[in-house]
């Protein structure tokens, strides 16, 4: 199983640019599908999308659709989520998740029997107006 831990979170402002990173140890990252999730202050958890094993595929809900972009490096055992233009309502805390199912990813926040083998401990990004 392999452990995730975020990056590159902090104060970014609104209409900039911010990239995470979900370094994964281990030797199996290309194992898992890989998503990316946020929780803001006092709102339940929300999937931003998804990335297949192999990152030929990628998911999006509808709602995060064109704002980020999801990508990964299995040589170096990374996921990343590339947020463009942030609006202040993107403040939130982010976590990376990981699941030899894509599909499992997908719906775990809409499904209480599904829930990802990993979570990472996430990183707080906070958006300036």
């Known amino acids: 199983q392999v452990q995730l831990v975020e990056s590159g979170g902090g104060l970014v402002q609104a209409g900039g640019s911010l990239r995470l990173s979900c370094a994964a140890s281990?030797?199996?990252?290309?194992?898992?599908?890989m998503g990316w999730f946020r929780q803001a202050p006092g709102k339940e958890r929300e999937l931003i999308g998804a990335?297949?094993?192999?990152?030929?595929?990628?998911y999006y809900a509808d709602s995060m659709k064109g704002r980020f972009t999801i990508s990964r490096d299995n040589a170096k055992n990374t996921a990343y989520l590339q947020m463009n233009s942030p609006k202040p309502e993107d403040t939130a805390v982010y976590y990376c998740?990981?699941?030899?199912?894509?599909?499992?990813?997908?719906?775990?926040?809409?499904?209480?029997?599904?829930?990802?083998?990993?979570w990472g401990q996430g990183t707080l990004v906070t958006v300036s107006s």
């Open positions: 990335i297949t094993r192999s990152g030929g595929s990628t």
């Open positions: 281990g030797r199996t990252f290309s194992s898992y599908a």
């Open positions: 998740a990981a699941d030899t199912m894509l599909h499992t990813l997908v719906v775990a926040t809409t499904d209480k029997d599904r829930n990802p083998e990993v």
